[in-house]
């Protein structure tokens, strides 16, 4: 395996620098071209400016073996790429005839003369580039030689850029195994880091990247040297230094993980939501395929919902109150038998922003997991003032708990 | 108003230009600074690489009166931003005593003495620059003195970069009003634009984006002359132009308007959901001060669910199917009276990708409202071939069908 050949992507179009769009192409395109030997050093995005766009492909494209860009391709006074290009190279446009046969229908659409002027401005090639044809839209692509490799222009639109980039992929070899993607949960981001590091101690050529989210902790693996067998020996003293902690080694989320798992144990599961407001079924039933295990689930936001629909006692409400180990316990016991379920999962606690009290401040979450074995309660203090990261922590903790009560960890 | 200052924005993380992340910073902080006189010109990712990432701020902070970089402020050695400013700058980097008070609480929790020194790495601040306190998580942010300017340091996670932004933004004069974001749900978003130019007749001043989301367009409607009144003058025309799909002029989701209607007419709602599997109640309990609304939901996605905890006739679903007017129906009728609600909405539908038919295809989805006055369906077919999209859309569906029942439109 020989070393990535450095690449950089440019994505053009005002809208993208005003935030009104999401740029999605630069994580989309940088993925597809790993697999053929290039790593993203840089990604850019300018407005629809021909100077400031030359400038920036001039400087990228003396020193990147490929530069993609995406947008800046179409028919209007906006679209300025191709001029741009022409200028960074130091080259000229010209017609190609084959676009101009492969517009000519679309001019008879626009009776205003300067519109099919316009249209026909998509037929310009840069010198001695070679042309993508479009599949999906009336934006052509381009092939150009650069001082430093390739500079392979591409319509702005996924649907336009995503056949086009993969049908020129396509002709180049693929070098590299995709990267290991493991999932930890219940873990911080630092002592992850640690983990892996400890555990890719003698294993050659595996590069690392550790990536939080809330309530799960991602370590990708890359080769870089190393081979396939090597990337899987290494994943292997990853997850066996991170423990039980480690979910998934290809890629699954936490929730695909508890389906498949209780798949393969032939069990059912259901939920009694509180503080997570329905987060937990809906992780599962994100799944395709959840409809074989998951039976169903009870948001019970008031205290009646707990009472009339999980059978939870209202003396006990009243005693030791909705977030309470308790609670818990009787809202996973009544999830369990009202649904007919193997295994049932609850949380009850204080999402916040109000709430909180002394005893039981915003971020307190009770959690029980009943099966036909009994039931046990887990409670966590989660460290965070923000409610939308309370309960997407929350339902981390409570799909662990599936997993681990499903694999007996 | 004087012509705006150029800006760059500065995205560090391999996850980025390895394509494992969709940056969302980028759009979120154009749009936020350009109420305070800046216009970004380039955004730039790159990796976690000090001398690459100190190349590129070095030159972007010589030209930008503001350069704003988000990610590379953690405890690992992954975390570069600190350093590669300090080497663009020319400055050293120095243990800020109040970040150190601020960190040693979350040493603690790290037995590793490693961890626990790079946790402190986090209290290295730039020589003469101002320090941002974290509210959400452990990194602070800097704002440092540039040749052109100014550099903030920003987090990485959204949930952490947002307020610190907002915190620094606030102290810096609007130089421009901000804009109005009316919520619009259930139309294509190209007839939104219509409605909106038609609506934007006769107002002078005022620029309009459109932009489109799963279920849901917004309309943002930018100050570009017309001042506060004209802007609230041309937002009141749009919406009456749009009619009944506009659900907000004020930038609330469709899920806060639902909320919010429901508490000024003292009305309590439930949810009985089968191929949104929990996202509905999600939603809703996504606003804080839901409780004073939402008593709760079922997610039935197994028959027996629906039988059991639904009451609906196991007759009923085994004559006209789980997807059907008539289980919607039941659905509805049961959420409401076994959680007591004054409205109740159900889904059922075919989310895919597998499970659809020639009758009952991917994307057909049925859903009732239950009140005092009785229960009425709705079928929509959702026009994507994708699980997530035709959740998301049915959830939008629901959503819009409480509002409509709540405010009698």
């Known amino acids: 395996v020989s070393a990535p050949k450095s690449a950089a992507i440019v994505t053009v179009g005002s809208e993208l620098t005003e935030g009104l769009r999401v740029d999605t192409n630069t994580a989309e395109i940088a993925r597809d071209i790993q697999h053929r030997g290039f790593r993203v050093v840089e990604a850019v995005s300018v407005g629809d400016d021909v100077a400031g766009l030359a400038l920036v492909l ?13 947008g800046g391709l179409g028919p209007t006074h906006d679209d300025v790429t191709r001029e741009a290009a022409a200028m960074a190279l130091g080259i000229g446009v010209a017609p ?31 010198s001695g580039a070679e042309v993508l044809a479009p599949t999906t839209g009336t934006a052509a692509g381009q092939v150009a030689a650069t001082p430093a490799g390739v500079l392979v222009l591409l319509p702005g639109p996924p649907r336009e850029m995503r056949p086009m980039l993969a049908s020129w992929l396509s002709r180049l070899p693929s070098v590299r195994a995709t990267a290991l993607d493991l999932g930890v949960t219940g873990l911080p981001e630092s002592d992850v880091q640690l983990s892996a590091q400890r555990g890719l101690l003698g294993h050659n050529g595996v590069g690392l990247t550790v990536l ?58 259901a939920a009694a939501e509180s503080c997570t407001g329905g987060m937990v079924c809906t992780a599962i039933t994100d799944v395709a395929g959840a409809s074989s295990v998951l039976l169903g689930g009870v948001v019970a936001y008031a205290n009646t919902a707990k009472i009339d629909l999980l059978a939870v006692p ?18 996973a016991q009544g999830a369990r038998d009202s649904f007919g379920a193997d ?35 887990t409670v966590r203090q989660i460290s965070s003032a923000d409610r939308s990261a309370v309960r997407s922590r929350a339902t981390a903790v409570a799909l662990d708990l599936l997993r681990r009560e499903i694999l007996g960890v």
Do not use: N
């Open 58 to 70: 001039e400087r990228l494209t003396r020193v990147h073996a490929l530069v993609v860009t995406t």
């Open 96 to 126: 190609d005839p084959s676009l101009i046969e492969f517009l000519t229908p679309f001019l008879a659409r626009h009776s205003d003369p300067d519109a099919a002027e316009q249209v026909l401005t998509q037929a310009l090639v840069l």
């Open 212 to 269: 939080a989210r809330p309530g799960d902790v991602r370590v990708l693996l890359l080769d870089e040297g190393a081979g396939e067998s090597g990337l899987a020996s290494a994943a292997t003293s990853v997850a066996a230094e991170v423990g039980s902690a480690c979910y998934a080694t290809g890629g699954e989320t936490l929730a695909e993980t508890v389906v498949r798992a209780a798949a393969a144990a032939g069990l059912t599961v």
């Open 314 to 331: 209202p003396g006990l409400l009243a005693q030791f109150g909705a977030v309470s180990e308790q609670t818990a316990c009787a809202m």
């Open 343 to 377: 295994i049932a999962v609850s949380t009850t606690g204080v999402a916040g922003p109000g709430g909180g009290t002394a005893d039981k401040p915003v971020g307190l979450v009770w959690f029980a997991v009943a099966t036909a074995h009994g039931t046990h309660a």
